[in-house]
C-alpha cells in the first residue's frame, strides 16, 4: 500500500490549494515562479473545478489542467490532485434534483455554494465516479502526481426520501430484524414500536424531542454513508494510480465524521487546522488547539500525517477576523511539523480576488509579493527545508491516552439529559490542554483500541461506553495501568441505554463506588469548593464509595462532605473518578499527580510556563508562546537544525520564538 512517504519522498511537504482556474494563464507562470521562490513543492489542483472540468453533461474540459499539471511538473513542484465532487455544477442540481441534500425539515439544500450533494443519490455517485474515473486515466501516471486528494471536508448529512432507504438497508445489516431495531431504540417509550421497515425514517423534525437511539443511529449512518463515497472514489483512484497514496482533508474534532472509521480507510491522514471558531489567534487557547488537533490526526494515522490547510493569516469565518500576529505563523506551523505533520500546506496559494473568501488570507496575499506576509512564507518555506531529516520521524514519548470516541460525542450531543452545558468538546479540549500545559505528551485513542503501549489512559468525557470498552478498561487497569475517568463515564451502553444502577457494574467494581444516587449538575458559572482547596464547576455527583479512597470532597453546597475525587487500587493498577470538573489549573495539577505515580513525567522537568516541548525523532522541538523572552535549561549540548547555532547548556528563546535541537555531534 502506498503511503506518506511515497509522497513527501525526503521533504516536508510545503505548499497549499492552487485554483488556477480562477485567474488567466498569464498569472500561471508568475504563480509557478513565485512558488519555487517560496520552496513550494506541492499543491492541491482541482478540488472545486468540477463546473470547468465538466461545463455540461458529459463534457470534458481538461486542456487547461493538461498545462497547470505540466507546468507544474516542469518545475519540479508536486501535485495533489483533487477529485472535483464536493462542489458539484449547478447543472446537476438543476437537472437531478434529487441529487441536492434536505435539510431536517425536508427543505432542498440549493446550490449556489458548495458541498450541495446527498451521499445516497445514486445519481451523485454516478456522476461523481465518471468524472473521477476520467481525471484518474488522464493523470493517474502524471509524473507531477504525489497524492490524491478524494472530495473535500466531507460532512454533508441529508434527510431525504433516497437517504430514508439507504439507512434503513444500513439498519437492516446492523439489527437483522425489526425486533432487535425496536428492543435496541426503546420503542416502547412514547408509542415508537415500527411494524415495518418503510415506516423507519432519518429523525426529521418531529413536535417534540425524537427518538435518540434512531439520532444516534443516524449519527453513524451519516459517517459511513459518506465513507462509501470516499472508499468508491478512493478505489477509482487506486486502479489507475496504486503507487499513488490516498487521502481526503477531514475537519479537525468534527462531530459529523467518526474519524477513527475514516482513518482505517486512508493511505494518508490529513487535516484543515484552523483555531476553533471561540478561538481568536491571540487567545491562549489557540496553541492548545493546534496541538490537539495534531496529537487527534497523529493517532488517527499512527504516525505521520499531513496539514492539508491551515490559513497564512486571516480568516473570513468570524465575526472579526485579526490577521496573524508576527511569529504565530511560523510557530503554529512548527507545531504541526513537532506533532508529526510530514507538511505544512495551506488554503489557500493565491488570494481570490471573488467569490466567498475573498477576504480569507492566502499564501500570497492580494499585497502581492513584495507583502510582509509573503515574506514570511517564504522564510517558512526555508525554515521547513532545515527540517527534512525528520520527515517520517516519529513522535516519542506518548505513555498517556486521552480516550475519544465518536459515538460518546454524539450520545452527548442529545436533547434531554442532565446537563445542556455539558460540551464534549470542551471537555475533551479541557482535558487535553491540561496535559498539554504540563508538557506530558499524549495520544489520543478509541476505548477498544489497543492500549498496551500507555500507562496512563484519561477519560474526560465517555457518558456512553459499550461492552469491549469497559472490559478493555477493566484489563487495562488489572494488568497495572493507571485510569482516570471524568464524570458520568459509563452511563449508557452501546444503544445510549442507561445502565443498571446509573453505572456500569464493572467500572462500579473498577472505581470501589457502590452507588451513584444522583447527578448534580450546576449552573452555569457556579463553582463549588472542595476540600484540597481546589474548586471545581459544571457537574457534581452524589457518591458512595465502596473501597475508594475519596482524595478530595466537596467543601460546600448539598453535597458537602461527600466524595468528589477518589482513588482505588486494583489488581497492579489505580482507578481515578472524578465527580466534577476541576478548573483547569487544578486539573492539571491532579492529572499531573496521577501521572507521575504511574511513571510518566514531562517531556523536559522545570520549564517554564507558555513553553511547549515535543519530541520527534532525534529533535527536539522548544516553542514559547508567550511574547517574552525565556531561557531553557538543556540536559546535554544541542544543535538548533534552524539556526545552526550551539547551545552547550542553556537555550534563549525570544517571545513566539522557536528551536529544533538535536544532540550536537
Ligand atoms: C476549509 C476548506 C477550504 C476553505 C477554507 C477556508 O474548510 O476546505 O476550501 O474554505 O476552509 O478557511
Ligand atoms: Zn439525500
Redesign the pocket.
Known amino acids: 500500500m502506498p503511503a506518506l512517504s511515497d509522497a513527501t519522498r525526503g521533504r516536508l511537504l510545503f505548499g497549499g490549494?492552487y485554483n488556477p482556474e480562477q485567474w488567466p494563464e498569464s498569472v500561471w507562470r508568475q504563480d509557478i515562479r513565485l512558488m519555487r521562490e517560496a520552496g513550494v513543492n506541492v499543491v492541491t489542483v482541482g478540488?472545486?473545478s468540477w463546473a470547468t472540468l465538466e461545463p455540461r453533461p458529459g463534457a470534458r474540459d481538461f486542456g487547461w489542467l493538461d498545462r497547470v499539471l505540466d507546468g507544474l511538473g516542469e518545475a519540479g513542484i508536486g501535485v495533489c490532485l483533487a477529485t472535483p465532487t464536493a462542489s458539484p455544477p449547478p447543472w446537476l442540481g438543476a437537472r437531478h434534483p434529487e441529487t441536492l441534500p434536505r435539510d431536517e425539515h425536508g427543505s432542498v439544500v440549493w446550490y449556489g455554494s458548495r458541498n450541495q450533494f446527498c451521499a445516497s443519490s445514486p445519481v451523485y455517485r454516478a456522476h461523481a465516479a465518471r468524472i473521477t474515473t476520467d481525471l484518474a486515466r488522464r493523470y493517474g501516471d502524471h509524473e507531477a502526481l504525489r497524492l490524491w486528494h478524494i472530495n473535500?471536508?466531507y460532512g454533508t448529512a441529508c434527510w431525504c426520501d433516497e437517504t430514508a432507504a439507504h439507512f434503513r438497508r444500513w439498519l437492516r445489516a446492523r439489527y437483522g430484524d425489526l425486533d432487535a431495531l425496536n428492543t435496541a431504540w426503546g420503542t416502547a417509550f412514547w408509542s415508537q414500536r415500527y411494524d415495518a421497515w418503510d415506516e423507519i425514517i432519518p429523525p426529521r423534525r418531529a413536535q417534540y424531542l425524537v427518538n435518540p437511539t434512531q439520532a444516534l443511529d443516524f449519527r453513524r449512518f451519516t459517517s459511513d454513508a459518506l465513507l462509501e463515497c470516499f472508499v468508491a472514489e478512493r478505489d477509482i483512484v487506486a486502479a489507475h494510480s496504486p503507487e499513488i497514496p490516498v487521502t481526503t482533508?477531514q475537519?479537525p474534532l468534527f462531530a459529523g465524521l467518526d474519524g477513527w472509521r475514516w482513518a482505517a480507510e486512508q493511505d494518508v491522514v490529513s487535516v484543515?487546522c484552523?483555531p476553533d471558531p471561540a478561538v481568536d489567534w491571540r487567545d491562549p487557547e489557540g496553541p492548545a488547539h493546534g496541538a490537539l488537533v495534531a496529537d487527534l490526526t497523529r493517532s488517527q494515522a499512527r504516525g505521520p500525517w499531513l496539514l492539508m490547510?491551515q490559513?497564512a493569516s486571516a480568516?473570513?469565518?468570524r465575526a472579526v477576523n485579526a490577521p496573524k500576529p508576527p511569529g504565530v505563523l511560523r510557530q503554529w506551523s512548527l507545531q504541526a511539523v513537532a506533532r508529526g505533520s510530514d507538511g505544512v500546506c495551506f488554503?489557500?496559494w493565491r488570494a481570490s480576488r471573488q467569490g466567498s473568501?475573498k477576504y480569507?488570507s492566502a499564501m500570497l496575499p492580494h499585497a502581492g509579493p513584495a507583502s510582509r506576509g509573503f515574506a514570511r512564507v517564504r522564510e517558512l518555506g526555508a525554515d521547513l527545508a532545515r527540517l527534512a531529516g525528520l520527515v517520517g520521524e516519529p513522535v516519542r514519548g506518548a505513555r498517556i491516552a486521552v480516550l475519544h470516541d465518536w459515538s460518546a460525542w454524539w450520545a452527548s450531543q442529545q436533547p434531554g439529559r442532565p446537563s445542556s452545558l455539558v460540551d464534549y468538546r470542551r471537555l475533551l479540549a479541557g482535558w487535553h490542554h491540561a496535559l498539554w500545559r504540563r508538557n506530558l505528551t499524549c495520544d489520543l485513542a478509541h476505548p477498544e483500541a489497543d492500549l498496551g503501549g500507555y500507562r496512563m489512559v484519561v477519560a474526560p468525557h465517555l457518558p456512553l461506553l459499550g461492552d469491549t470498552a469497559l472490559a478493555h478498561l477493566v484489563d487495562f487497569v488489572h494488568g497495572g495501568g493507571t485510569l482516570v475517568c471524568g464524570f458520568a463515564t459509563g452511563v449508557t451502553d452501546a444503544d445510549d441505554r442507561v445502565r443498571p444502577g446509573g453505572l456500569a457494574p464493572e467500572l462500579r467494581a473498577l472505581l470501589g463506588l457502590s452507588t451513584v444516587h444522583e447527578w448534580w449538575p450546576l449552573p452555569a458559572g457556579a463553582t463549588l469548593a472542595l476540600d484540597d482547596g481546589t474548586r471545581a464547576e459544571l457537574w457534581s455527583e452524589d457518591v458512595e464509595v465502596a473501597d475508594a479512597e475519596p482524595l478530595a470532597r466537596y467543601a460546600e453546597g448539598e453535597l458537602a462532605g461527600r466524595p468528589a475525587v477518589t482513588r482505588s487500587r486494583r489488581g497492579a493498577g489505580t482507578a481515578w473518578y472524578l465527580t466534577t470538573l476541576p478548573q483547569p489549573e487544578a486539573l492539571a495539577a491532579l492529572l499531573a499527580r496521577a501521572a507521575e505515580a504511574a511513571g510518566v513525567g514531562p517531556v523536559l522537568p522545570g520549564l517554564p510556563e507558555g513553553v511547549e516541548a515535543v519530541r520527534r525523532g532525534p529533535a527536539l522541538f522548544l516553542l514559547n508562546h508567550t511574547t517574552e523572552p525565556v531561557t531553557v535549561p538543556l540536559p546535554s549540548p544541542r544543535t538548533d537544525l534552524l539556526t545552526g547555532r550551539a547551545h552547550p547548556r542553556e537555550l534563549t528563546l525570544a517571545g513566539r520564538g522557536a528551536a529544533v535541537l538535536t544532540p550536537t555531534e
Request: charged letters at 30%; proline letters at 0%.
Open positions: 490549494d478540488v472545486f473535500n471536508e482533508n475537519m484543515d484552523y490547510e490559513a480568516v473570513n469565518f488554503f489557500q473568501e480569507h
